[in-house]
């Protein structure tokens, strides 16, 4: 399970707490090796071989395909320094988390910003961060070092909650980061990606440009309905409230089909953009999630 973050929490007690219960860990884990988080696809052309069945169809040389008759996909060698940027939605919906001992979508967050960003800059590498609460408040410039790290933690720690507004729309999050990240980079947006339609395009865009990874935080309430009688659901964008009664099995099944919908849609998106996807729950254990999605990684790059 991931740890909370106390109000009171300095960025000095976090990176300390997660070094020891969390990178320590990967580093085990791992074993020193995070070029299946960090490293995909690089940016300077290597060499061509024939295609196979596993290979990532993006990487078809058409050209070459259609001269030979015989499917080639083009190799890329590895940009050994990374910078990374960190897209980060802060809306209304990231303060939601209701299972007990579970955190906030906000703390879950603050806890996996902390740990990317200290394993990258313990490794030579530049972070930065663009915040992103019903429009983009801030870019944070890239930089390297354990201090670029502690402040990312403090602006996250200081920024207050966003105010609810009608609906939350990533479009111009995702496109600020067109705008401002120039160099080919490592891009983890953090969101729940509750938001009006409209930003799989800008996502599309992005992902041509840089590695983009996808960080999905959900909470378990946000799928499936305990059956406890009437209860008030608050919607956290708006604050409208509706009165249900989960005692109802019909209601409790249309819930779950509605949330099933949403992550068919999410997973279609994301694939469509060619955009790896790490879900990471409020009630999961980082450590773990974290080397699922190195292992997927890994798989993908065979």
Do not use: C
Request: charged content about 30%; glycine content about 6%; aromatic content about 8%.
């Amino acid at each position: 399970m991931l740890a909370s973050t106390p109000e009171r929490a300095t960025p000095e007690r976090i990176l300390q707490r997660l070094d020891w219960q969390v990178i320590r860990r990967l580093d085990g884990l791992l074993q020193g090796d995070y070029r299946s988080l960090f490293y995909g696809r690089g940016v300077d052309f290597a060499d061509l071989r024939e295609y196979q069945a596993e290979d990532d169809v993006r990487y078809i040389d058409w050209n070459v395909t259609a001269r030979l008759g015989t499917p080639y996909v083009r190799q890329y060698r590895e940009d050994r320094e990374v910078t990374g940027w960190f897209l980060l939605d802060l809306s209304p919906s990231m303060d939601f988390g209701t299972a007990p001992g579970h955190s906030q979508k906000r703390a879950v967050l603050i806890d996996f910003v902390t740990t990317l960003a200290r394993l990258l800059t313990r490794h030579g590498n530049r972070v930065g961060a663009l915040f992103y609460g019903g429009r983009v408040e801030r870019v944070i410039p890239a930089r390297g070092g354990r201090l670029q790290v502690l402040r990312l933690v403090n602006d996250l720690l200081r920024r207050p909650p966003t105010p609810r507004a009608p609906f939350t729309d990533l479009t111009p999050l995702l496109e600020a980061g067109l705008g401002t990240i120039r160099r080919r980079s490592l891009i983890f947006i953090v969101s729940d990606f509750i938001s009006a339609p409209g930003w799989e395009r800008p996502l599309r865009l992005l992902s041509r440009r840089h590695e983009v990874l996808a960080v999905r935080l959900w909470d378990p309430r946000e799928t499936e309905l305990p059956d406890v009688g009437p209860v008030v659901l608050e919607d956290s964008e708006t604050g409208e409230q509706l009165i249900v009664d989960t005692h109802d099995r019909a209601f409790r099944e249309r819930f779950q089909a509605a949330a099933r919908e949403r992550e068919a849609a999410l997973a279609k998106a994301f694939r469509q953009a060619g955009v790896e996807a790490l879900a990471l729950s409020t009630a999961d254990d980082m450590v773990r999630a974290i080397v699922r999605f190195a292992a997927l990684r890994r798989q993908h790059r065979r």
